[in-house]
């Protein structure tokens, strides 16, 4: 069955050498954070290094939950980890819920088996917990051992975080799975299935994937995702799990433009889920604000999603979705991908200006992030940037964005030079922020 040899294609391989360029990384001092943890030989531990980069919201008195960014599987999606919590529009989501930002970084050849991390059963998830003590050691907060977890997976990855929400449903606060599953059905050459319990049902999940992944396209290499996501989908609903099912209608593996979607799901299921004090546990996940739409492969066949107390359709094939502004969203976002945001982003913040070089600071718009940023110099306009945003794979963001939805390196700097200013003038400056649906803030 192609759905069964797909879902582990990606994590096949041999070999552990290891290669050096996993030690290009930005720098991390405050609010970054980083530790390592070496490969081991041992059974049941981790066979490859990682490294966790986190990073703290500057001020947050008390974490009340750490966002998981994780790559996925091959040495160029492990690569592209390092600048994960770097993520200005990722780190805009984590700000809002008191919240650290995570991005873990397992060092896999590229020809060694991607299961022995994506599988958390293999000594990822011990390796991914005593990262968080140490962490919570180093940045000061030691909440962030307890608190719980927000998780988003590419590939592999969402495999690791399905599978996190299976073994730790009482830690999850949501998960989104991007192109990836955790087994839930034995079959020959397959890992161990996980159970599905009663626990797990009630963790807000969605499964994510492009279409050219098996639901339009059929014949290339990622053609088995959507039957593997398909059976996951199933298992689930089944036992009536709060799970949904978005599809990409313009991508194959990569990420495209899913963060608009992803990012304010989450932080709906965080706004419904979090306390207001930290290491009190999860808030359950209600149905009342719920709306729900059939589950269809053909965008000419979309359905709107309605209240689920009006939906009439059968639920075990139903889209899960947490409230009325997600599932707008969802509709627009299967449709084509684009997703509306009326909101502009924040006002930058802290000019400086020394000699001809400017300095400020940002933060993201949590629905659109950061497309670039207008200079004005004596009222009058000066210079984009970037002058041309950049994103092979959606709609152009300020710091780049690589096929793991994480920014290229090197870190785009919050810097400007004005090379036209006349020696000895004086001048007036302002910096203005331009969201990714072209949004100005003040």
Request: charged share 20%.
């Amino acid at each position: 069955m192609r759905c069964i040899a797909f879902l582990f294609f990606i994590l096949a391989g041999s070999g552990l050498a290891q290669k050096s360029s996993y030690d290009v990384v930005p720098v991390a001092e405050p609010p970054y954070y980083r530790v390592r943890h070496e490969a081991s030989a041992r059974p049941g531990e981790l066979a490859f290094a990682v490294n966790f980069t986190l990073w703290v919201p500057p001020g947050v008195r008390s974490l009340h939950g750490v966002i998981v960014h994780q790559h996925g599987c091959g040495e160029g999606s492990c690569k592209s980890g390092i600048t994960g919590a770097f993520d200005l529009h990722w780190q805009a989501l984590a700000l809002k819920h008191s919240c650290a930002l995570l991005s873990p970084v397992y060092e896999q050849p590229e020809t060694a088996d991607c299961q022995l991390w994506c599988d958390p059963r293999r000594g990822s998830d011990a390796a991914f917990q005593n990262g968080l003590k140490e962490l919570a050691v180093k940045c000061g907060h030691p909440e962030l051992a307890a608190v719980p977890w927000a998780l988003w997976g590419h590939s592999g990855g969402g495999h690791w975080a399905g599978g996190m929400v299976l073994l730790h449903p009482e830690r999850v606060a949501a998960a989104w799975l991007r192109s990836g599953v955790p087994p839930v059905l034995a079959a020959e050459g397959r890992p161990v299935p996980y159970t599905i319990s009663e626990s797990a049902c009630a963790v807000p999940v969605m499964c994510n994937l492009g279409t050219k992944e098996g639901v339009t396209d059929k014949s290339n290499r990622f053609a088995g995702v959507w039957p593997g996501v398909e059976v996951f989908f199933g298992a689930m609903r089944a036992k009536g799990a709060r799970i949904g099912v978005a599809i990409d209608p313009l991508t194959s593996h990569e990420c495209g433009n899913q963060r608009y979607l992803a990012i304010p799901w989450l932080d709906a299921c965080l706004s419904a889920r979090l306390r207001s004090q930290p290491r009190t546990g999860l808030k359950p996940m209600t149905d009342s604000a719920a709306w729900l739409a059939p589950l269809t492969t053909a965008r000419a066949d979309l359905v709107a999603p309605v209240p689920a107390d009006k939906f009439t359709g059968a639920k075990e094939r139903s889209v899960w979705l947490p409230d009325a502004a997600t599932a707008r969203a969802w509709a627009q976002y299967v449709q084509d991908t684009a997703v509306t945001d009326v909101t502009p982003p924040p006002a930058p913040r802290n000019l400086r200006v020394k000699g001809g070089e400017l300095t400020w600071e940002a933060t993201a718009d949590v629905e659109s992030g950061l497309a670039q940023f207008i200079i004005e110099r004596d009222g009058q306009f000066l210079a984009n940037v970037p002058e041309h945003g950049k994103n092979p794979f959606g709609r152009p963001v300020f710091q780049n964005l690589q096929y793991s939805d994480t920014p290229s390196q090197p870190l785009v700097p919050l810097r400007y030079t004005d090379t036209t200013a006349e020696a000895g003038s004086r001048h007036r400056y302002r910096v203005v922020a331009v969201n990714t649906v072209g949004l100005r803030s003040k």
